[in-house]
């Protein structure tokens, strides 16, 4: 049996659990029906893409280590609207106009406005626990709170911005930016800090993991190739 760490590139549309159980099938094939033990070293939310790390056999007990590894993402952002997940997957609460958008943000460089309120996030900052996630409360994941419409005080936490920069590429209100973060950072909460920063509404519509620790997406391998 091969014990191994694969870097696969996720795919949109696919949750990190789908992943690893077509692994895990694949393998099995491969190896005679022989249960292969297969599992991920840190969720990728289902809209999102980039790497994820599959623990292959006895690399399942590197699980702990790789997950305190830095991450870096590259997200895009778009102002002027809302939804109960922070991303595209859930329910639009609030959506705005380019017209009110504009009364609020009254500017015309916002290349320098977006710029200076990123740096504002550099370092440790203390991050809201989204509803839609799976850290648990009275042994109940928040996400299963939120699917039944209860409200429970959300736990924050310490989280480090290590790089944050613009990227080009998309039109106002959208933007994108390359982030080095700490294990543990949600980006689709730290797109909607960014929006409160800006006093709007803000949702993250794109989400690729480029990096994690020394795995890289270019050295990722493609699943959909692997059928």
Same mark, same amino acid.
């Given at each position: ?70 991450? =870096?993402?590259?997200?895009?952002? =778009?102002? &002027?609207?809302?939804?109960?997940? &922070? ?24 290349? @320098? ?70 294990? &543990?950072?949600?980006?689709? $909460? ?5 929006? $409160?920063?800006?006093? @709007?509404?803000?949702?993250?519509? $794109? ?21």
């Amino acid at each position: 049996m091969i014990d191994q760490i694969l870097t696969v590139n996720k795919p949109s549309g696919w949750t990190s659990h789908d992943v690893v159980a077509f692994y895990r099938k694949k393998l099995s094939a491969v190896h005679g029906g022989q249960r292969v033990k297969v599992g991920h070293a840190g969720t990728l939310d289902p809209f999102a893409t980039g790497v994820l790390l599959l623990l292959i056999g006895d690399a399942t007990k590197s699980f702990q280590e790789l997950l305190k590894l830095e991450k =870096e993402y590259e997200l895009v952002v =778009e102002l &002027g609207w809302a939804t109960d997940t &922070g991303d595209l997957e859930g329910k639009v609460t609030k959506k705005l106009s380019k017209k009110e958008i504009k009364k609020i943000l009254p500017i015309t460089d916002y290349r @320098l406005l977006i710029t200076k309120t990123l740096k504002s996030f550099l370092g440790e900052y203390t991050q809201t626990v989204p509803m839609y996630s799976a850290v648990k409360i009275k042994g109940k994941k928040l996400y299963q709170y939120a699917r039944k419409g209860k409200k429970v005080d959300q736990p924050k936490r310490k989280v480090k911005i290590k790089e944050i920069e613009l990227l080009k590429g998309e039109c106002w209100p959208r933007f994108k930016i390359r982030v080095v973060c700490s294990s &543990g950072t949600y980006m689709r $909460q730290l797109a909607v800090d960014i929006g $409160q920063k800006l006093a @709007l509404p803000a949702v993250a519509v $794109q989400l690729c993991r480029t990096r994690v620790g020394n795995y890289k997406l270019s050295e990722a391998e493609e699943v959909v190739k692997l059928n």
